[in-house]
């Protein structure tokens, strides 16, 4: 029953991000077996439904509904990004993911891929409270290659691309997961050494390596 819900949260939030109207009608069609459903969320205060049928979120529901479609498009940039799934993996997989994972975890993915603003569609991320101690000023742990201060040291997390000739090159240069790092200079070129080896690359690839600051 809960996840039914969240599912009727999520419907009514993504409409009311395009300005659409929603009634019971609606609803019905796209999520059915809602019908008593929605009396009981209307009792619980997460919806209100009006005398012509019209359903919307109370203030309490839309701050669930803003969790989940959180969890939900910060899902969807982990498995594209990081495991480089294909759009119909992507959605199933974070469809389960809104329903099973705790704020806790889910700050800690957005803070793993760097606070991104906008899933692979382009729609807006909702900030957590993660998102905003960033603005505020604090260094994350994990983030691009390009934007570590040069003379840190890092560890390389992942690399995110969708060239297979690139990850090819950047492993026979020894440039893993896993790998210690240190960055000379970023420019012209982001010149960075592993062991006794300097390696120069430029920015684009620089962009698709994730790295954790020692």
Do not use: W
């Not at 969890?71 to 469809?95: I, K, N, P, T, Y």
Request: proline share 6%; net charge negative.
């Amino acid at each position: 029953m809960a996840v039914k819900s969240d599912e009727v949260i999520e419907l009514l939030y993504l409409k009311e991000e395009e300005n659409v109207p929603v009634g019971q009608a609606e609803i019905a069609a796209e999520q059915p077996g809602t019908d008593g459903l929605l009396q009981k969320m209307a009792a619980d205060g997460l919806i209100a439904i009006d005398g012509g049928g019209m359903v919307s979120l109370t203030d309490v529901g839309r701050t669930r509904g803003t969790r989940i479609v959180r969890r939900h498009r910060l899902a969807e940039r982990l498995l594209v990004d990081v495991l480089d799934l294909g759009s119909e993996m992507m959605e199933q997989g974070a469809c389960s993911f809104e329903h099973m994972v705790s704020q806790e975890v889910t700050d800690s993915i957005c803070t793993l891929l760097g606070h991104p603003t906008t899933c692979p569609h382009g729609k807006p991320v909702p900030p957590g409270d993660c998102c905003k101690r960033a603005a505020r000023g604090v260094v994350p742990l994990v983030l691009p290659l390009a934007d570590l201060p040069c003379g840190k040291e890092a560890r390389v997390l992942y690399i995110s691309t969708r060239h297979h000739d690139r990850l090819d090159r950047l492993a026979a240069m020894g440039l893993l997961p896993g790998v210690e790092i240190r960055l000379h200079q970023s420019r012209p070129s982001y010149v960075i050494q592993i062991g006794e080896t300097t390696l120069a690359i430029d920015q684009s690839v620089a962009k698709d390596i994730f790295v954790r600051q020692k």
